[in-house]
């Protein structure tokens, strides 16, 4: 064990700050400008995840008969810090992440942000999400029920929206009723820490178990494995690389634990001839603005697209290129973002994709040059599997096919995605080739848009971020839209012939709300029994 | 390859019966009398499973585009010949499971799996399990969708009500809009087959593709991993050992396709002092009714009965024991399940569990005579996990604690379950104590039962037949219960900005059956938009 020194950032353990049983320490790193910043943050020992997972365990058993009302308490007082922080949250985010201050940072994520917690204190108060079904004929009644502590392991990609400590994982596993353990993502530990730090503002405000949340920062590849293995745990978010998720899945599927990833997606969008030939200058702007847009670090980035061959689709390549040379690239998450776009480009190109424009790191930048490759539908159906190398950043592959039926067969090619997209003309010359494709890209992605870009993903009860594998481990769970998400935290619990009195508030005759959805005898309702 | 006899059973692969492309075959054993039964089934090679998967995915695609109202007349059409065949399918299941026919198989079961389809059919035509939302003000849209191709795999213990071809997966996947491809029990093959005959022409009948069902019999180890981790294949149902279940978990979790396990429970049985004192001969009466019905060989038969010692407890095991050497054991359902259940025992009583009764395989039967097993808390504590044991069977473990305290270390040692029960009085002398074990045993099982017994299922809405891991592999799924069961068989996918006339019907704007149930705007109601 090292000696901890004065710049060791504490993590969070029960409610208090105090030093990591570290093994040794990292620093983030201003992709900018390059600098290490001056906080040390600790790689945990397995002591420290044994101390977190046995206070959440407490905390569980605690939160578990706290009234939904004050989990909801807490999730708004916590909304209110971050907009009380707003400034110094984004100040940090930026220099961890590079990512712009403003609209982004300020403007956008981070009142999304606190959006989420609303929504999410919303449906813990209503209780509607766990779905409480009655059988009064039977006796036997059942709803989803807290799942015990949930860890979090948040993106590179969105310091709040994502973060382990503030963001949709973190939201919907606290409404469901459990106490979470988060894992900063290594590229934004500061900020993770900041949030943190508002959050036990927040639970000290609204007095929950101090255990509701803590941090570490970081942990060995084998502590990773048996800190989500552990019988103590209940569930796990993970968003990030497929690599690591899959060595996480591994490990939590060996004992049973529901995991929930969501790994890689290259967001398919067919643009159909007549869409191209009615608005092509118009959808050359919305796919340059979704491509580029964050440098493309978006899970839903429009990383492959498909396009049938013809006049309309030499306009539209040629228009999109240009757009792509003249617009400076953005700065990336990290050299590592960096070094992995660089790859996965040289990966794609040797399998024999012609590169349109870009396609190179910008020298003495953490950037790689916005970057188009363009391979025949027959050469990406031979190696499906290589093309569909996840090319995270600026770049993405656009696959011409000779016809629509060929189409067809690149999109039975594809793995699952979170999104796909549909363009087609307003007037009808399309619609036979979007019946066609429609159904084989719907049942291939968890989310199928039309005439838009997929890189938006609201907040809405009818979002669903999810999708087959590998986009996420399941295909019936969606990580943002509430209360939806919420119940990828719980188990569900049935009582058969239990005595009214000790049923479940959600359960007893009396809604415990008045508007609380409850499902009687079949039928949907915010009446008593 | 072997040649192929007349006596060997056809599989059914894509509407046709046809001779299997089988390495080896097997035959089923009458396990009352020992004789080998007339029929030889096939040992499937991957070449069947080939094109079984392959007709199942050209299935699926059709299935999808027929109107739920006709996988309901095929339900319905398969109800109908259980019915009308009732007699020629109890006897063979019968004379390959030992199961009484009278009242067991003719008046129980296989109206229960009769009513199962029909439920199915209902909910199918409902449209209702799908849980269609709708965001009308963001234009975004989702509903559970067909997953594709299910694989069964069907348990020994029920050879209609969980059969591969007939059971709750089969009638859910279907209902659910999905064909599936029927792994027998190879401890009832024959009844399989002639189910999968009925079925045949049911689909017939409503006119569904040939390959909605089809039937293999057994495969090798290595072909059934390779069959559910087959990229064809949607999702999987499996009832059965745990051993055999994790080997596909594993398989199926590589691939992330999501593999729904009902693997093993012991059914905790708390039966508080108050209760013993206020109706102790009740209880006695109760228990030993469900603990030796079916020869015990229910999923949720009270394998661990939890007590507080005193002079009531002491009473209890006497009577119960009394009762237990006085009635005639049953035959068991094979001798795998013979030797397993002697094995367990043993396994149990080298623990150190003192034998009140039974222990024996009986002599020249497929049977064990009534076993009743008991330990005392602080050793069932020290050794949890062998003393959980699945003793799948007519034998129980009695765990004899101090005090209520001690009881509640117990219940914090057991891993997940089917069920748990509390038996407390009814004048409020073990109210205290139920408050301290009912929120550790509920966490701990998919059902908690007050003054009940677990074995009876109802196929309830509220039902949850599922539980924490090794139980299943996952607590937020119930595999008995309608609608419930069906979105397991699902993909959730979303419609964002999709044009009306393209939307699936459940979610384009008017409802559409009149009754369908939706969530719109986060109310539930059966309007259109």
Chains 1, 2 share one sequence.
Not at 206 to 216: D, E, G, K, V
Not at 228 to 246: E, K, M, Q, W
Request: proline share 6%; hydrophobic share 45%; charged share 15%.
């Amino acid at each position: 064990m090292s000696p901890l020194t004065a710049q060791q950032a504490d993590i969070l353990a029960a409610g208090q700050w105090r030093p990591s049983l570290a093994s040794k320490t990292f620093q983030s790193v201003n992709p900018a400008s390059g600098e290490l910043l001056p906080y040390h943050f600790p790689v945990s020992s397995w002591e420290d995840c044994d101390q977190v997972l046995q206070a959440a365990t407490e905390a569980a058993e605690r939160l578990r008969q706290l009234p939904p009302a004050q989990l909801a308490a807490f999730l708004e007082a916590f909304a209110v810090q971050l907009e009380a922080n707003s400034q110094a949250l984004c100040e940090l985010a930026h220099r961890e992440s590079a990512l712009p201050l403003k609209p982004r940072l300020a403007d956008v994520e981070l009142p999304r942000t606190a959006g989420q917690l609303r929504q999410a204190a919303t449906a813990a108060r209503s209780g509607s999400w766990a779905q409480a079904v009655i059988d009064t004929q039977l006796g036997i009644r059942s709803c989803y029920e807290p799942i015990g502590p949930v860890c979090v392991f948040g993106p590179n990609n969105f310091p709040f929206a994502f973060n382990s400590a503030a963001g949709g994982d973190f939201a919907a596993a606290i409404a469901a009723g459990n106490p979470v353990i988060a894992k900063a993502n290594p590229s934004h530990p500061a900020t993770t820490k900041l949030l943190a730090e508002l959050a036990l503002k927040a639970i000290e405000e609204t007095n929950l178990p101090p255990a509701t949340l803590q941090l570490i920062y970081r942990t060995s590849h084998e502590d990773g494995a048996r800190l989500v293995a552990d019988p103590r745990v209940g569930a796990i978010g993970y968003t990030g690389s497929r690599h690591a998720g899959l060595v996480l899945k591994a490990a939590a599927d060996a004992v049973g634990t529901p995991i929930y990833l969501e790994l890689s997606s290259i967001n398919p969008v067919v643009i159909l001839p007549g869409a191209l030939v009615e608005r092509g200058d118009e959808i050359v702007g919305e796919f340059v603005t979704s491509g580029l847009m964050g440098t493309g670090q978006f899970c839903t980035n429009p990383g492959l697209v498909l396009l049938v061959q013809g006049a309309q689709t030499d306009q539209f390549l040629n228009a999109v290129t240009a757009k792509y040379e003249a617009a400076a690239p953005g700065t990336l998450l990290s050299t590592s973002v960096q070094e992995s776009l660089t790859s996965a480009i040289n990966t794609i190109t040797k399998a024999g994709a012609k590169l349109l424009c870009g396609g190179q790191a910008v020298a003495g930048q953490c950037s790689v040059s916005n970057t188009l490759l363009q391979v025949s539908a027959e050469a990406f159906i031979a190696q499906a599997e290589v093309f569909q190398t996840e090319a995270f950043g600026n770049a993405a592959l656009v696959v011409v096919a000779d016809n629509v039926n060929q189409l067809g067969g690149v999109l039975r090619a594809l793995e699952g995605n979170l999104t796909g997209c549909i363009y087609s003309d307003t007037q009808g010359a399309d619609d036979a080739a979007y019946d066609q494709l429609a159904p084989l890209l719907a049942r291939r992605v968890g989310r199928l848009l039309n005439d838009k870009m997929p890189t938006g993903v609201a907040v809405s009860p009818a979002m669903n971020h999810g999708g087959p594998f590998p986009a996420t481990g399941h295909p019936g769970f969606t990580a943002v839209g509430i209360p939806a998400s919420l119940f990828r935290f719980a188990k569900l619990t049935c009582y058969d012939a239990v005595r009214q009195q000790r049923l479940p508030g959600l359960l007893q005759d009396k809604n415990p709300t008045g508007q609380t959805w409850r499902c009687i005898d079949l039928k949907w309702t915010t009446a008593d029994v």
